[in-house]
């Protein structure tokens, strides 16, 4: 099994290539202004919520006492897991919204 620090490092590696992608489709946005359609500023809304989902998901397991942390980790591996399926497919929708919008 992987280390505590190796599971907060994945997560944290995680949490910021997300939130990096959402400040790039942001800039994208912001460039389009008024022409940016409501499709697309609802995906990213969906996108935004997902990574906090994510984010309060990591506090939890950060916060956790070395003794609670192998319990938190189990169970939440679940959750995460389905957390991370689900920003990586929120993204792939969004990104694909975004992109035929700006094509």
């Given amino acids: 099994m992987a280390t505590r620090e190796e599971i907060q490092a ?8 997300g939130g990096k992608k959402i400040d790039e489709l942001k800039a ?3 460039k389009a202004g008024d022409k940016a359609s409501a499709e697309s500023a609802e995906a990213l809304a969906d ?5 906090e989902k994510g ?7 950060a916060s ?5 942390f192998d319990k938190v980790v ?6 995460w ?4 399926s689900q920003i ?16």
């Avoid at 994945?10 to 290539?17: G, H, I, R, T, V």
């Avoid at 189990?74 to 959750?79: R, V």
């Avoid at 897991?81 to 991370?84: A, G």
């Fill in 47 to 51: 996108a935004e919520r997902l990574l």
């Fill in 10 to 17: 994945k997560m944290e590696a995680s949490l910021e290539a």
């Fill in 88 to 103: 990586e497919g929120g993204w792939a929708a969004v990104s694909s919204k975004v992109k035929s919008f700006f094509s």
């Fill in 74 to 79: 189990a169970s939440s591996k679940e959750t």
């Fill in 81 to 84: 897991d389905e957390l991370s």
């Fill in 55 to 61: 984010k309060a998901k990591y506090a939890e397991l």
């Fill in 28 to 30: 994208e946005m912001a």
């Fill in 64 to 68: 956790a006492s070395d003794e609670q």
